[in-house]
T-cell receptor, first 112, second 113 residues
């Protein structure tokens, strides 16, 4: 198994532009999580899905953030419009019904 | 509201000595705790875990201690090796078996040769 695959690895965009981050979870995992890593808050949970259904999006910072999981093998996190304070590393993770997470390598987002 | 806190942003230890990383939590309903290790440009990887019904779990050089009354856990690495230099995240399982983990801010460990 190739693990959790995230793309792109790096994204540099201008303020106001739309950004879409992508994630392919491990096949058979029924939980998918989006986290953001910042110095102040560490790994901050944004949203998670169970069997493709969003369960808890209370960590999504603003309406500018949205996430979808159209099928078991794909999820997106979209920021529209992006702002410089959104610059961070965004991680996707997947897991079985209960078990340790497997994280992707992350997407480093820079908004200038 | 930070429910899982790692108050030491960084720690530097000499090779061969013990590294102790600390973590505090506020929610007494947490029932499972984990430590993850993260190298630069990689995602965090699972290291060791402990159930709330135990107070110690050991795996090779890594031992996690849980003090429920103090709402405190610690990760001990003995002996420390330069390859252990990484960011260590403490995480707690949210009550209700939701599959959700709440992470701390992370502690950067540097092990000097």
């Amino acid at each position: 198994d190739a693990g959790v695959i995230q793309s792109p690895r790096h994204e540099v965009t201008e303020m106001g532009q739309e950004v879409t981050l992508r994630c392919k979870p491990i096949s058979g995992h029924d939980y998918l999580f989006w986290y953001r890593q910042t110095m102040m808050r560490g790994l901050e949970l944004l949203i998670y899905f169970n069997n493709n259904v969003p369960i808890d999006d209370s960590g999504m910072p603003e309406d500018r953030f949205s996430a979808k999981m159209p099928n078991a093998s794909f999820s997106t996190l979209k920021i529209q419009p992006s702002e410089p304070r959104d610059s961070a590393v965004y991680f996707c993770a997947s897991s079985l019904a209960w078990g340790g997470y497997t994280f992707g390598s992350g997407t480093r987002l820079t908004v200038v | 509201d930070q429910q899982v806190k790692q108050n030491s942003p960084s720690l530097s230890v000499q090779e061969g000595r013990i590294s102790i990383l600390n973590c505090d939590y506020t929610n007494s309903m947490f029932d499972y705790f984990l430590w993850y290790k993260k190298y630069p440009a990689e995602g965090p990887t699972f290291l060791i875990s402990i159930s709330s019904i135990k107070d110690k779990n050991e795996d090779g050089r890594f031992t996690v201690f849980l003090n429920k009354s103090a709402k405190h856990l610690s990760l001990h690495i003995v002996p420390s090796q330069p390859g252990d230099s990484a960011v260590y995240f403490c995480a707690a399982s949210a009550p209700g078996n939701t599959g959700k983990l709440i992470f701390g801010q992370g502690t950067t460990l540097q092990v000097k040769p």
